[in-house]
């Protein structure tokens, strides 16, 4: 390929990503085609602040290399594009987030998951089976009887955030507020925050939250609750700071991206009609078609890792400090690894993907999520056979947090 | 390089020759057998590579680490005094005749 190729290629390649890393919506609905481009143009692309990945090995070898460094990449952006006289609250938010879970580092990251990590083991969450089961069961009845029905507004955001509303021993009547300032503070996540909105939701949420928590305190519990009352990190016992501020976070991770994964799932399988109806009449599928919604409608198009030296990752060279975008959704349909990866497929055997990162990252309610996914498809299909679609559906205006804000569905019922 | 043998849970025995440096977990997810799901790439983060150790054989091999340990507490299937993370066993040639049974499931 000649030098004056790569630039005109990599040119169209860079104005494409970046209508797609602003929420265009209708490259949000469909960026395979970009991420296909992204692929062919090279393992790596510079552009902006940033460098590219985008194929699935590479993103692997970063993933499982454990110089690799969780970051959030917009701070430099936010704070250039925020009137000095708020840079505070754009501080203040960059602190809060960066004290989550999922954005920490080394002993602390640790430390923290620690805390938590067998509250989200395969066997508490085999527990939570009939909760699971009996929350779905409620939402399902309710779903039944709406005119209107919306897969995503009376489905998709009740359901994880009932469960973990139910695991954190939170009253359920406060999911509303949680969706209303999550959805706020989502967009700082994305790098698209009015830091003043912003920083509202995230007070808000914490305050919510954290007088959720004290109420608890003394009293009888959950077990994940009082395993973090009574926890200990390296001796000392969790602060009630750090208590709220994972409190928070679980309640955030543990329902915004499940939530995505319910609408984009629903929408690829209804799309589909023979594959909903193979489910349909098989669902004994329900777990394989989870993996392979998981993959084929990744709710976390990309995440992001920077090194703290230079270093050689899989052949790749990367220089200290360097904005790592790793495009998952790509990496996700990446023919070098998937055969006819467009195609959805639910009797995929031996899938993998990387909807949940991999490495000391790798995603603390993985297990949960495919529980939720996996019980919510094998009983819409049991209950509503004939579902179908019943108006477009609208996409949020993200693309680091891929998802629906509505989609309506005829359930067949009449 | 260890012959390991994999006692799957269909009531088959399969054997790898694993070389010295290999988990217990790699050699069995890039030969494709059933039964390790290894989700997180062998960081101590998702329990679901959980297997069973011949008897004989728990006192020879390393003791489990502390996280190890306290993940074992969180496997689908119910933990022995065999279990182990097997992303936590590295093979070296010592390890020659090695036997471990998969669990039933590891969610």
């Given amino acids: 390929m000649t030098s004056s190729t790569q630039t005109q290629s990599a040119g169209t390649v860079e104005e494409s990503l970046r209508a797609l890393f602003a929420g265009d919506r209708a490259l949000v609905a469909d960026p395979a085609p970009i991420f296909a481009e992204v692929r062919a143009a090279g393992p790596v692309l510079r552009m902006d602040d940033y460098v590219v990945v985008s194929r699935h090995r590479d993103i692997e070898a970063i993933l499982n290399d454990p110089r690799a460094r969780v970051e959030y990449a917009y701070a430099d952006a936010l704070l250039a594009a925020t009137p000095p006289e708020d840079r505070w609250y754009a501080q203040e938010l960059l602190d ?24 989200f083991s395969p066997r508490t969450v085999a527990a939570l089976a009939v909760d699971v089961d009996q929350i779905l069961d409620s939402l399902l009845d309710d779903l039944a009887i709406e005119e209107h029905p919306d897969v995503v507004t009376d489905l998709g955001y009740h359901l994880p955030l ?30 698209a925050a009015d830091v003043k909105q912003s920083h509202h939701a995230m007070t808000q949420l914490t305050t919510l939250i954290g007088d959720r928590i004290e109420s608890r305190r003394g009293q009888p519990t959950t077990p994940l609750l009082q395993q973090l009352f009574d926890a200990e990190a390296d001796g000392e016992r969790l602060s009630t700071d750090d208590l709220v501020m994972l409190t928070v976070n679980l309640v955030f991770g543990g329902h915004d991206t499940t939530t995505n994964v319910v609408g984009n799932g629903l929408l690829a399988l209804l799309s589909h009609p023979d594959q909903w109806q193979l489910l ?135 | 390089m260890a012959k390991i043998t994999y006692l799957l849970t269909d009531g088959s025995a399969q054997s790898l020759d694993v070389p010295t440096g290999t988990s217990v977990r790699d050699a069995a997810l890039a030969d494709g057998l059933p039964g390790i799901e290894g989700e997180c790439g062998g960081f ?51 390890w020659d005749g090695l036997t471990v049974q998969m669990p039933e499931s590891q969610y």
């Avoid at chain 1, 507020?177 to 706020?184: L, P, Y």
């Avoid at chain 1, 777990?287 to 790749?316: C, K, M, Q, W, Y």
Wanted: aromatic content about 8%; glycine content about 6%; proline content about 6%.
């Fill in chain 1, 96 to 119: 809060f987030f960066a004290r989550w879970l999922a954005q920490s580092n080394d002993a602390e990251h640790d430390r923290l998951r620690r805390l938590v990590h067998l509250a």
């Fill in chain 2, 44 to 94: 101590l983060n998702c329990a679901t590579c959980h297997v069973y150790l011949d008897e004989e054989w728990v006192d020879r091999l390393p003791a489990a680490e502390e996280l190890e340990d306290e993940l074992l507490e969180g496997t689908a299937a119910e933990r022995q005094p065999t279990s182990r993370l097997s992303c936590q066993l590295v093979v070296d040639d010592s």
């Fill in chain 1, 280 to 414: 349909v009449s098989r669902p004994d599928l329900a777990r394989a078609a989870t993996e392979e919604l998981l993959r084929f409608a990744s709710p976390v198009p990309e995440i992001h890792r920077t090194f703290g030296t230079d270093v050689e990752v899989n052949g790749l060279a990367f220089a200290a400090g360097e904005h790592l975008r790793l495009l998952l959704g790509s990496a996700n349909t990446d023919p070098q690894v998937y055969p006819d990866p467009q195609t959805l497929d639910i009797t995929r055997e031996g899938l993998r993907h990387l909807t949940f990162g991999q490495g000391p990252h790798y995603c603390l309610g993985q297990a949960l999520t495919r529980l939720e996914i996996t019980s919510l498809l094998t009983k819409t299909t049991a209950r509503f056979p004939q579902m179908r679609l019943a108006g477009e559906p609208v996409w949020k205006p993200f693309y680091a947090l891929r998802g629906l804000e509505s989609l309506p569905v005829d359930l067949g019922l009449r």
């Fill in chain 1, 162 to 191: 009932l469960v973990i509303c139910r695991i954190l021993d939170i009253p359920v009547e406060d999911r509303f507020a949680i969706h209303e300032h999550s959805i706020e503070f989502m967009k700082f996540i994305v790098g």
